[in-house]
């Protein structure tokens, strides 16, 4: 079954680290973009960080977490990952990896979520002192 997993989230106080990964299964990831997106209770699902498959690995952030979120991925694992610091209260949510190979990888392209057919369950993050 070809899917995503997601895995590390957890609760943690304000100003705190977690790293969540994204597990691949039957995908073939390496050409294509992957992006991470998180959904508030209440709010819209919300694209959060991505990274490209070519050699530069370009990687882009929503303004809210860049300098905070670093998005990564290892290909010959099938893995993605996003560390994130410096956590706050607005990061809570449930975070999600998804992926397509027809997604190319920009700033705006990459945050489109109805353009992404493979996602993951989801990861709960909550970010509480």
């Known amino acids: 079954q070809k899917r995503l997993v997601e895995s590390g989230g957890g609760l943690v106080q304000p100003g705190g680290s977690l790293t969540l990964s994204c597990a691949s299964s039957r995908l073939d990831l390496q050409d294509w973009t992957i992006a991470w997106f998180r959904q508030a209770p209440g709010k819209e699902r919300e694209g959060v960080a991505c990274?490209?498959?070519?050699?530069?690995?370009?990687?882009f952030y929503t303004d809210s977490v860049r300098g905070r979120f670093i998005v990564s991925r290892n290909n010959p694992a099938g893995m993605s990952y996003l560390q994130m610091n410096g956590l706050k209260p607005e990061d809570t949510g449930i975070y999600f990896c998804a992926t397509d190979p027809d997604v190319t990888t920009g700033q705006n392209s990459c945050f489109r979520r109805q353009s992404y057919q493979y996602w993951g369950q989801g990861t709960q993050v909550l970010v509480s002192s």
């Open positions: 990274v490209g498959s070519s050699d530069r690995r370009p990687t």
